[in-house]
């Protein structure tokens, strides 16, 4: 099915290479949601906006398309995107944070409620893991720190 738009190559290849890290389909609303979480550095009043900001203008393009396509084919459908963002020291804005979940349908206030300390929790924990790595990394030879790794990020990291 032809659209009449025309894309560079490069157009293509760029919009291939930025996918988010998740998709949440709700059929009977016939909605789409691009799914985001970030990590970051939250050192300054303004991180989780200059985030969001960056976030919202990675995938502003593919959005735009989905809508395009919707409208032209009047199939209904909407396109929305959702992030969430973690401050590598752990903060959270948990207003925010638990009003992103409702948008693809987590409703039962348990599981709300435990989201965003297990978000902070693994966030903590991803980042310890991290620094335990980096210090072993100047503290012995390298083949050695590639052997206490794990093999999941061994084997990705090589194969780059």
Known sequence: MAYNIDF??????TC??????GLAFDNEAKSCAFLEYTR????????ATK???????????????IKHLSR????????AQINFTT???GSL???QFLSRLETPGVKNKNTMETFPNRTVQKTLSMSDMILEFFFIALNSKVEWTL????????NNSMEK
Not at 40 to 47: L, P
Not at 72 to 79: I, P, Q, V, Y
Not at 147 to 154: C, D, V
């Open 8 to 13: 560079e190559i490069g157009d293509v290849e």
């Open 16 to 21: 291939i290479s930025r996918r988010p890290d």
């Open 40 to 47: 970051a550095k939250d050192t300054n009043e303004d991180w």
């Open 51 to 65: 985030m969001e900001e960056e976030k919202d203008n990675r995938y502003s393009e593919h959005l735009s398309f």
């Open 72 to 79: 032209r084919e009047e199939s209904g459908w909407k396109a």
């Open 87 to 89: 401050g590598v020291w």
């Open 93 to 95: 804005r948990t207003n």
């Open 147 to 154: 052997q206490t790794l794990p093999t999941e990020i061994t």
